[in-house]
């Protein structure tokens, strides 16, 4: 069921499943995805109530009108949390890719409102220190250039068809025929649907100058962090050097996998979720 709400003066749409289930999980997605990349992890779900919003300025969410860094994606998932988790005091929450920056930074700030936090395949070391850096600078290149030109021109340079294709092709690891072809669908159709250029290059922004290993010492609930064995964005070396910095953290490790765990094997990442939350 959708559902709509004011925070920080802008309107936030989100989608409720499972409303009669007594746990609630907050579950929020990635750089330029919508709630629609988490719903194959969601109907494996099924015993919680599940709350997947759109992040501002991403899917139907309008842009926070004070901008998208860090602190203002944090600020926006507390007044989120209180709105729709009211009557307790702390809640589930999970995040993927940069929503696993998002909920990192707020559980750092706010640790007494996360019950236990799950993070799916996290931004674990600094986007423009690791192998992948110089791809990072040209990402940065790419979305400056959308931020400079008139509208209708930027959103048609960072929609470019070929360059969403590039992108699955480069995080996918399946050789599945069927889920390549879900996948490149799911980014045609989603990859696109942002607020404005300016609002896509502030949040692109903040998700490479920003990562989880920066709070990591400070997460004191118990954490789950579920990666691929493949995953470009983040190794599997610097994954090992994020969970030995978190406390209390249980790290599951799914083969053959890349940055696509919620596309590829969201069986595995919604059983690991159900082990950790019991």
């Keep these: 069921m959708k559902h709509s709400c004011q925070i920080l003066g802008t309107t936030t749409n989100y ?35 599940l709350i ?8 139907m969410s309008e842009a926070l009108t004070s901008g998208h860094e860090i602190d203002d994606y944090v600020e926006w998932l507390f007044q989120f949390r209180q709105l729709v988790d009211p009557h307790v005091p702390s809640s589930y929450i999970v995040g993927h890719s940069f929503g696993s920056i998002i909920v990192s930074h707020y559980a750092s ?13 996290p931004i674990g070391a600094p ?19 959308g931020r400079k030109l008139p509208a209708r021109a930027a959103r048609a340079w960072i929609s470019f068809k070929p360059i969403t294709k590039i992108t699955s092709v ?19 159709t989603h990859f696109s649907t942002f607020a404005n250029p300016t609002q896509l ?20 609930m118990p954490t789950l962090m579920i990666v691929g064995e493949k995953d470009d964005i983040t190794a599997l070396s610097k994954q090992h050097e994020l969970h030995a910095k978190i406390n209390d953290a249980e790290l599951v490790i799914i083969p053959d996998v890349g940055h696509l765990t919620h596309y590829e094997t969201p069986g595995e990442v919604a059983s690991a979720i159900r082990a950790f939350i019991k």
Excluded: C
């Design 15 to 49: 989608w409720e499943y499972n409303p009669d289930k007594l746990t609630t999980l907050i579950l929020i997605h990635g750089f330029r995805g919508t709630h629609h990349g988490l719903l194959r992890i969601a109907e494996l779900l099924p015993k919680y109530r």
């Design 52 to 59: 997947i919003p759109d992040l501002p300025g991403f899917g």
């Design 109 to 121: 700030l706010h640790p007494s409102t996360v019950t236990k936090l799950t993070l799916i395949n």
């Design 127 to 145: 986007a423009l220190e690791g192998e992948q850096r110089l791809l990072t600078q040209l990402a940065i290149l790419y979305y400056w250039l």
């Design 170 to 188: 480069a995080m996918r690891k399946t050789k599945d025929r069927q889920i390549r072809k879900f996948i490149d669908e799911q980014h045609y």
């Design 201 to 220: 290059s502030e949040a692109f922004k903040a998700s490479v100058s920003h990562d989880v290993s920066q709070v990591a010492e400070h997460l004191t």
